[in-house]
């Protein structure tokens, strides 16, 4: 476990520190960290942003994300948000203007010495996907990536690309002043516990390993689905499409750390090593299968609860006619040895009944059903690896129900985090910015990854672009989506499951 003493003292500079990401996550997580006593003593955050604000009314607005955003803020002490907002700093910079950031170069060479802080810098790209480029072209422009005084890390949020071709080019213009190393491409997924704890979960314990593999599992189900709708971010969505927004990145990341092989050391590089092969193994779905292995939906608007859910043509920012997805359900493959031929089933969607994200683990049946016909319930054994809500793990199996007879009936056995004492699940982000503070990049997407999630999804994406007979079907809001998502199974009693909040 880390102790501030461990991290090196350093600036944290936020581009685009007043929108949405900085107010919600980046901030709480921030003030997070203090509270746990994990930043260093010296430490400053400066926000940037075209707003003209002083250090007064910046440090007002920090106050009021962290109080409104914070997770637990009631029971904050307000002398520790006082005394943390001594290290909130703020300057007017304008991304696409270049000279400003010879006024932000001014600002922290100003700040670093009257406060006697090295030049460690890490700048986090909290900014409009189109704007990456020229900010970091506007740091090299003055030398902001030099690490003569200080290692400098540059974090990248999603989406990293907007395609195979546009991330490699992405890729070589941020490579010409940042080498790979300094590059951290965020994926939060990856930084929420209970993904991380997969791999925990397949690689101490010794008996899931066994049967971790196509000989005992029927289908792996991967599901993240959301109550909310797109919200106030219609015009970013609406660009961008289930299909990029969750499973390029979030959902396909997940994939990889369910499927990848043990690596030999745990180190960044070898969990990467092999998190990438899954990726890179992933058999490509062609135009041609587009239609069999993938179900594209859109919501509707739908009375609940006595009251009407605008479907996503309504939303703001969204074109009338959007032939956008806020639904996918595909199937994909792992063509490995140990996955060959194990469907993997990845579903996520917008205005669904629940927010809950999971893996579902579907096992074979056993190879002679003894007890078939009086089985309650489903006959194969299943393991459930909860990731939101009620993060835990869960196996699912059958016990005789006790009487006469042999009655079965599937029962649960479950471990939630929740029910270990003092167990406080960091926030992902918290977890996020403290590595790329320490340099350890074990949890952030590397530049072969983001590739490979790509060159899996971009056929897809054509393919819904030139082939019309591929429908978009809609959906009824609060419902599980499309019912042709259940099309997408071989057997035709499988279904989905239908998770509960
Ligand atoms: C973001 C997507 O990356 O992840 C959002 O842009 C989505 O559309 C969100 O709502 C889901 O994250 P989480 O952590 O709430 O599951």
């Known amino acids: 476990m880390f102790s501030k003493k461990d991290i090196e003292e350093q600036i944290l500079v936020i581009f685009g520190s007043n929108g949405d990401l900085s107010k919600r996550k980046l901030l709480p997580a921030i003030f997070q960290l203090y509270l746990n006593n994990l930043l260093p003593e010296k430490f400053i955050v400066i926000g940037t942003g075209s707003k003209d604000k002083n250090e007064i009314t910046n440090r007002e607005d920090v106050k009021s994300a962290i109080l409104e955003f914070s997770p637990n803020s009631k029971h904050f002490d307000s002398k520790k948000i006082e005394n943390f907002l001594n290290c909130v700093y703020y300057q007017r910079v304008h991304n696409q203007t270049e000279t400003d950031f010879e006024g932000l170069k001014n600002y922290i060479n100003t700040l670093s010495a009257n406060l006697n802080i090295a030049r460690n810098i890490i700048y986090y790209f909290s900014i409009p996907p189109f704007l990456y480029e020229v900010v970091a072209n506007h740091l090299v422009r003055y030398g ?9 890390r540059i974090i990248v949020e999603k989406p990293f690309g907007y395609s195979y071709a546009t991330a490699v080019e992405l890729d070589q213009k941020l490579h010409t002043g940042f080498h790979e190393d300094q590059i951290y491409r965020i994926d939060h997924y990856l930084g929420k516990e209970t993904v991380q704890n997969i791999m925990v979960t397949r690689f101490y314990n010794g008996f899931f390993e066994p049967i971790w593999n196509r000989k005992y599992v029927d289908r792996v189900e991967i599901t993240a689905a959301e109550k909310i709708g ?57 135009a041609e299968n587009a239609s069999k292995q993938v179900v594209r939906g859109q919501y509707v608007a739908t009375q609940v609860d006595g009251q009407m859910c605008p479907g996503y043509r309504e939303e703001r920012g969204v ?76 196996i699912d199996f059958g016990m005789k129900i006790p009487g006469a007879g042999y009655k079965v009936q599937n029962v649960n056995m479950a471990f939630k985090y929740a029910d270990l004492t003092d167990a406080k699940i960091p926030e992902a982000y918290e977890r996020l910015l403290l590595d790329c503070m320490t340099g350890d990049s074990t949890l952030y997407a590397r530049a072969d990854a983001v590739r490979a999630s790509w060159k899996f999804v971009d056929p897809i994406i054509q393919a819904w672009k030139e082939k019309q007979d591929i429908p978009l079907c809609f959906y009824k809001c609060n419902s599980w989506g499309p019912l042709e998502a259940n099309n997408l199974f071989d057997e035709p009693y499988t279904k989905w499951c239908e998770p509960e909040e």
Request: proline share 6%; hydrophobic share 40%.
């Open 144 to 152: 902001l990536n030099r690490e003569e005084d200080g290692w400098k």
């Open 230 to 286: 797109v919200g106030d971010r219609g015009g970013y969505y609406d660009t961008s499409g289930a299909m990029r927004d969750m499973i390029q990145n979030h959902l396909l990341q997940v994939l990889a750390v369910v499927a990848m092989e043990p690596p030999a050391i745990f180190d960044s590089n070898s969990i990467r090593n092999e998190t990438v092969k899954v990726l890179q193994a992933l058999r490509p779905i062609t």
């Open 319 to 394: 074109d009338p006619n959007s032939k956008t997805e806020t639904f996918v359900a595909l199937k994909a493959f792992v063509d490995n040895w140990r996955w060959g031929d194990v469907p993997f089933y990845i579903r996520t969607g917008k205005r669904l009944p629940v927010r809950v994200t999971e893996v579902v683990i579907h096992l074979k049946h056993a190879p002679h059903q003894l007890f078939k016909q009086l089985c309650l319930t489903h006959p194969n054994n299943m393991i459930i690896l909860r990731i939101h809500p009620d993060a835990g793990i869960a």
